[in-house]
């Protein structure tokens, strides 16, 4: 039997961590003295101890390792696991992403001496949007989602036959944007106009194209609605973005391409 002093040095973990997982059930002591109330700890518990930090460096919450030790299930233990790797995986190039972002940005400040030099590099102009025919969904949506509903309306134009025309991309129709849950229009272009759920007719638009990978889009937005302001015109309706050229052209994060479209009038 260990005391809780000895077991904390053995799995390099506090005595404080020790106390916090017996409070929450996670790793109970073999032993508590009923009379002075010191925890013991039995030597099979290293081993569980360790599993239970190698679990935390794996990204695991206390309650979901907590589970995991109570499930006797290898099949979904290791089903669990390989979905952790997963989601590990994406966080890591979420991160590159995040580094290459950081990185422009230096080299930007650097050459310029304007930490928000980055927002002006965009070309700004006053054009007329494309006019499309489109298939189109329309949902309280997260930014996370699109894929699935970009997924239905492509077997729609498979089922129906129809053509693509290349043109996709995003209607923002609330006032107040958050990530996970939008008023948020998808939209595909099609060649057959008499199919297409709607057209989307031209209209008068103050344009940007934004280089990058999406998390940075913000910045083509704030670019715009600066020039709008400066420049004599007012949003005129919901803003809207298509995908020019993305990760199913096989190009990088970097080199993919978003066009950003705010309809206008003059003041």
């Known amino acids: 039997m260990f005391t809780v002093g000895e077991f904390s040095r053995i799995c390099q973990v506090s005595v404080k961590t020790l106390h916090h ?18 925890r013991y700890y039995g030597r099979q518990q290293v081993g569980r101890m360790l599993l239970i930090g190698r679990l935390k460096r794996y990204g695991f919450s206390l309650d979901e390792i907590k589970a995991l030790l109570q499930c006797e299930n290898d099949r979904v233990l290791f089903s669990k696991l390989c979905r952790q790797k997963e989601k590990l995986e994406m966080q890591k190039k979420d991160l590159e992403l995040v580094i290459g972002e950081l990185s ?9 001496g304007d930490i928000m030099g980055y927002q002006k590099r965009y070309e700004i102009a006053v054009t007329e949007s ?7 969904s329309r949902q ?11 997924g239905i309306l492509y ?3 498979a089922k129906e036959d129809l053509t693509p025309d290349g043109l996709c991309g995003a209607v923002y129709y609330d006032e107040v944007f958050d990530p996970e849950s939008s008023d948020i ?11 297409a759920d709607k057209t989307m ?12 990978a999406y998390s940075s889009l913000p910045d083509a937005y704030g670019a715009l609605v600066e020039w709008i302001g400066q420049n004599g015109y007012v949003w005129d309706g919901e803003p809207f973005e ?12 970097k080199d993919w391409e978003t066009e950003v479209y705010f309809p206008v009038r003059e003041r």
């Open 130 to 136: 494309p006019s499309m025919h489109v298939l189109a």
């Open 185 to 195: 229009e998808l939209i595909v272009g099609v060649r057959e106009a008499g199919k």
């Open 155 to 157: 077997e729609r134009m």
């Open 242 to 253: 298509l995908y020019t050229k993305t990760q199913f052209d096989r190009l990088a994060p």
């Open 104 to 112: 422009a940005h230096l080299r930007d400040f650097e050459r310029t």
């Open 21 to 38: 997982y017996d409070k929450i059930g996670l790793l109970l002591p073999e032993r508590v003295d009923p009379v002075t109330g010191y």
């Open 201 to 212: 007719e031209k209209r008068l638009c103050v344009k940007t194209v934004h280089k990058g």
């Open 140 to 150: 309280v949506m997260g930014v996370k989602d699109f894929g699935n509903y970009y």
